[in-house]
């Protein structure tokens, strides 16, 4: 035990590391390994001569606020362009009074945590989810409990079912997490059935739904079905959250939520307490950045280059992995997810030897499944590596595959 | 009650709203009001023409870092560059290693609020001390005791026997939160003396102790005492929390934390599920404001500058203020703290009369004290108003005052 560790709270006892971030740190030092770890954007396509004169034109045109503290929920500004982005792409009309902007998606996933998870609580999530929205909700203390996915999403049924049972118990979940489009780390898109039922249910049982959305706006598949739980949401019980992170760059870090009108308040002193208010600064770029055309001109540059890179991913899996393998066939995000129905297959225990000697990385599907299952999935992040790694790296997974 | 209120945990159900942060707004939309109210670096200050520069630089030299997600901790450039500006300034030696970057020392101090502090925990802290804090602490469930000031800042003598009475009913605190110079709200600074006391007292009771250091880099007295707690540090338990909002600007927020190195690994695990981390684009920009010397020279215009209104505010107060009022002189910082001496002076009940009818705006000092006391103080900001402003507030205030 560490000097101070009688001191630390039940919650950050609780905290692991993350399998992505420690895999980061160990690949980063290593140019001979083909990652297909992490969930990064390819730097390559950064629009940075427009963001570097956008970045001194508004500190130069308005540094006196830009510089300065501003309101907690975000400026005016930035809320507003939010407001309209978010009309116009996914036809959600949204007061800018009810967008709170957040330090990228992962705080706004933390502020609601924070918000209702008491030790003890049940969270719904989809299984596979979201690593680090699965290890923030248990380390608040939740029991999270993971309802199975298909090719169309969620299963809605077995949803039902749970919160049948759920409620006989008197346990229903304090909310139901999902990420509809282009699902993390499953690829797979939810039906627009399913977003109906799932809304249906959120209604009989009286639940937040909170719509994790950070992929849906560049879609490979233009005839996708990808519309928005708000969209459908008539009794506003939706907390919808989205981010800069994929449509510009994460290293601004701008996120944003918005929630039913009656937790913006609540939210908004949450925020305040967390780090009073997201950098001004990155929130006027954000702005400008919207409202010039140059987020728009970036989500159609990397709809083309990882729709293309999916592309590639997919026909490297059919040409080299095993028939007893299956993966998705994602029309957005980042990620392709693959089970491998090899017996006793482990990609937890296989990953220090897919790294050093196959020169390979993933991230083992295990830590993203609520119930502990999946230790023979992985997911591969195709935005990141070139088109030559993507063939390479899969190739050498697949000697990994066949070998074990 | 509103529609999801059943749904929400004790910590955001505990949190009210600022009283200083709600006063923004309001006099916000006033050019009348003359605002005393707010902790608000002067923007004409801002060093807007270098920042526009770096801003660009930074995008344009190497954009692929910074505008792409980081460490954790924070880039290690930025993290360098402040443990060679705490050295410097400071005389502590740190390890790159050991610092990570926050958004604002805000969320440095939310990080510790939640790594320490379960329901029913004691904490202690100056009384009065900082709003933010104090109300944090407690909506994690903390029983904060608070220690009187006077001109020599904590009266240690009150901790020793605050922690000997705590220690007797096995309730000792989960960490000592200070402000040891130009305290906020109080402009105090803590003797050397007590500033050994107290490590001493940490020692003895195995305590750890979070010093808050945001305004020790511009003192207006340069024999001025400030040996900071970390450098008295020989056992490795002082959290030390600083941010470029007060030298640099707020509105790109980085703070920093630099915890015992026990604690490093812990809180960088809290900060993944927080944020991932902090905006990289910032964390180059004062990295590199450090290095070209912006910092410092801003630093020397806000010392020159806040002494000068430092002055005029306290030539006010000696002209127009009653002689039943006591005020501090602080040595630096951006506060001064007054107490009125009259019956049932309430500065709490006054605020809306002295917005609406006297036109000039504090923060009453009640909120800042853990005891409930303080009805009769108020706290006065100088860096903001011009000095115009300083004067002619400071009249209105000594009339509102008078006529209480």
Not at 137 to 156: P, W
Not at 230 to 243: A, N, P
């Amino acid at each position: 035990m560490d000097k101070f560790d009688h001191l630390l709270s039940p919650t950050i006892r609780k905290i692991k590391a993350s399998e992505i971030r420690e895999l980061l740190k160990i690949i980063g030092k290593s140019k001979e390994i083909i990652s297909f770890a992490g969930g990064i954007p390819d730097p390559k396509y950064f629009p940075k001569k427009e963001l570097a004169e956008i970045a001194k034109e508004v500190i130069e045109d308005f540094g006196d606020r830009a510089l300065q503290y501003s309101e907690t929920m975000g400026v005016y500004e930035c809320r507003k362009a939010v407001a309209e982005f978010i009309y116009r792409t996914k036809g959600v009309k949204t007061d800018p009074d009810n967008v709170i902007i957040t330090t990228g998606s992962q705080q706004a996933i933390d502020m609601i945590a924070r918000a209702f998870i008491v030790p003890g609580d049940k969270v719904i999530t989809e299984s596979p989810t979201y690593l680090a929205s699965l290890g923030l909700f248990r380390a608040q203390g939740a029991d999270v409990v993971g309802i199975k996915l298909d090719d169309h999403g969620m299963k809605t049924l077995a949803l039902e079912e749970e919160l049948k049972k759920l409620k006989s118990i008197d346990a229903l979940p304090k909310f139901i997490y999902v990420i509809p489009t282009a699902q993390n780390p499953s690829g797979v898109t939810m039906s627009l059935e399913r977003r109906k039922h799932v809304m249906e249910l959120a209604g009989k049982y009286d639940l937040i739904v909170v719509e994790d959305d950070p992929y849906s706006f560049f879609l490979f598949d233009n005839r996708a079905e990808a519309t928005p739980l708000k969209y459908l949401d008539k009794e506003d019980r939706v907390i919808y959250i989205s981010t800069a992170s994929k449509i510009l760059a994460p290293g601004i870090r701008i996120g944003w939520i918005m929630p039913p009108k009656e937790l913006v308040r609540r939210l908004e002193l949450l925020k305040q307490y967390m780090d009073l208010h997201s950098p001004t600064l990155n929130q006027y770029i954000f702005a400008r950045a919207l409202d010039k055309g140059v987020v728009d001109r970036h989500i159609e540059v990397v709809r083309r280059v990882y729709k293309e890179k999916r592309d590639h991913m997919i026909a490297g899996l059919e040409k080299y992995f095993p028939n007893y393998t299956w993966f998705s066939r994602p029309i957005g995000g980042l990620f392709i997810f693959t089970y491998i129905f090899k017996e006793d297959f482990d990609a937890g225990a296989l990953l220090e030897k897919a790294i050093n000697e196959y020169k390979v990385a993933y991230v083992p599907g295990k830590s993203f499944h609520p119930d502990g299952g999946g230790a023979n999935s992985m997911r591969l992040n195709f935005s990141y590596p070139s088109i030559n790694e993507i063939y390479e790296g899969v190739r050498r997974l697949a000697e990994l595959i066949k070998n074990a």
